[in-house]
């Protein structure tokens, strides 16, 4: 009878074993990544979640007084030097002009139709808070169009922001000019991030007059 070419041979019952081991050994290492993977991606979801509804918390919403701001020392304060808080918005109907030094004139007209209307100064206030870190001029440049800007605007009170104080906690638009109307209860009740048209200007002063 010919003998074959090749013969297969039974591998030895320790060898079976090591095999064994080792390809368990594969798997407890494969089964261990895929814990990891999974735990940092729970943690990461975790994380993203819980920055969303912070953010979501901080923002200025309308129906609702906003998280409260203060601007002093190297955070910002008025033109004086005195803070300035959110809690001033309280009172009386207040508008916010929330602008960067390059958008100063943007909203001239909106500025403009709400100075004609003369409101009286005991249930009305206007600010005009300045995005300092929004432009590349220099302070004492952006300092000289305050000064020009109080005095065309006597009864409004100017501020500085520094660092992008309310951008951050109120989630407004950054280099940009913004409008926003608070009531009396400090409520806000008109928001407009860049330029108004007519009709949003004509808006804005109704939103006021109805508030008063």
């Not at 594969?26 to 895929?34: G, L, S, V, Y």
């Not at 100017?158 to 926003?180: E, P, T």
């Not at 209860?185 to 330029?195: A, C, E, H, N």
Request: a neutral charge; aromatic letters at 8%.
């Amino acid at each position: 009878m010919p003998r074959p070419f090749f013969h297969l041979e039974t591998p030895h019952p320790f060898e079976v074993t090591a095999m064994s081991l080792s390809l368990e050994l594969e798997q407890c290492k494969i089964e261990q990544r895929n814990a990891m993977v999974k735990h940092w991606l729970k943690v990461f979801i975790l994380v993203s979640a819980a920055l969303l509804i912070n953010q979501r918390v901080l923002a200025l919403e309308f129906g609702d007084p906003p998280p409260k701001v203060e601007l002093k020392e190297e955070m910002g304060a008025r033109l004086d030097g005195t803070p300035w808080s959110s809690d001033e918005l309280q009172g009386k109907v207040s508008v916010i002009f929330y602008v960067s030094p390059d958008e100063k004139d943007t909203n001239n007209p909106a500025s403009e139709a709400l100075d004609k209307e003369k409101f009286p100064a005991d249930r009305f206030k206007s600010y005009g808070i300045v995005n300092m870190a929004a432009s590349m001029l220099p302070n004492f440049a952006i300092n000289l169009a305050l000064k020009q800007k109080q005095e065309r605007y006597p009864t409004t009170i100017y501020v500085r922001d520094y660092k992008k104080v309310l951008v951050q906690a109120w989630n407004i638009a950054d280099h940009s000019s913004n409008v926003m109307v608070f009531d009396k209860g400090g409520t806000l009740i008109f928001r407009k991030d860049g330029k108004l048209t007519t009709e949003e200007i004509q808006k804005l002063v109704k939103t006021v007059r109805d508030n008063l």
